[in-house]
């Protein structure tokens, strides 16, 4: 009988439960979920959790989830009070729209921001919208530490529905690029080959797909 492989887009886990704390997002997990925060500029690289704090923030405080490109239908309907989040905010969009949420939601409401760069780097064109951007409170997700990239590594083999060996997870960290793009590209090139040559995603494995993908 034959065999067929079929790739399942990975589900991500978004819950609070999900998220690994450490030392290089403690600060913004605590802002996050402090009762007093009600305008935050969320900074980090791809991958560094910033959409998984964002759920977080979300389902705390009952957040309306948009993005820049979602944004300019909702806002019509937005009442003052309301809390928004806009995942991706540096993200090319309607600038009068993002003006007018931060003003809508200035007194009454609450705004969380993420983006993988500083507003200087954005490209704004607006200088009333650049001026509140600035302005606003600033986190910055730092580089993953040891234990931060293990626990990465493991949500997402577990969003891919990988059951991987303990000795796996410590052999990555120790030769892999240290960032969480890195981490998601390996797990996604580690499952597309497990499921190509029929293999089980191991250190053997690991170590043939290390081997082609390093820098020469």
């Not at 910033?50 to 389902?59: C, G, P, Q, S, Y």
């Not at 892999?176 to 995603?201: N, P």
Request: hydrophobic fraction near 45%; aromatic fraction near 6%.
């Amino acid at each position: 009988m034959t065999q067929l492989a079929f790739f399942l887009p990975p589900h991500q886990a978004f819950r609070r439960e999900d998220f690994f704390p450490s030392p290089s997002n403690a600060a913004a997990l605590a802002t996050i979920e402090a009762p007093l925060t009600h305008r935050l500029l969320l900074i980090g690289p791809q991958g560094a959790g910033k959409t998984h704090l964002a759920h977080i923030f979300a389902r705390l405080h009952t957040a309306e989830f948009l993005t820049r490109a979602t944004l300019p239908a909702r806002l019509p309907t937005l009442p003052p009070r309301a809390t928004v989040v806009i995942d991706g905010a540096d993200r090319p969009g309607d600038e009068p729209a993002l003006f007018h949420l931060m003003n809508l939601l200035s007194t009454t409401g609450r705004l969380l921001l993420t983006a993988e760069t500083p507003p200087r780097d954005w490209g704004v064109a607006l200088p009333d919208l650049f001026s509140r951007l600035q302005a606003l409170p600033t986190l910055r997700l730092d580089a993953p530490d040891d234990a931060l990239l293990s626990a990465v590594l493991v949500k997402l083999f577990a969003d891919h529905q990988i059951t991987v060996p303990p000795n796996l997870i410590p052999y990555l960290v120790s030769r892999m690029e240290r960032s969480f793009a890195a981490a998601r590209s390996l797990v996604s090139t580690l499952d597309a080959e497990g499921l190509a040559t029929g293999r089980k995603v191991n250190r053997s494995l690991a170590a043939e797909v290390l081997d082609r993908i390093a820098p020469e």
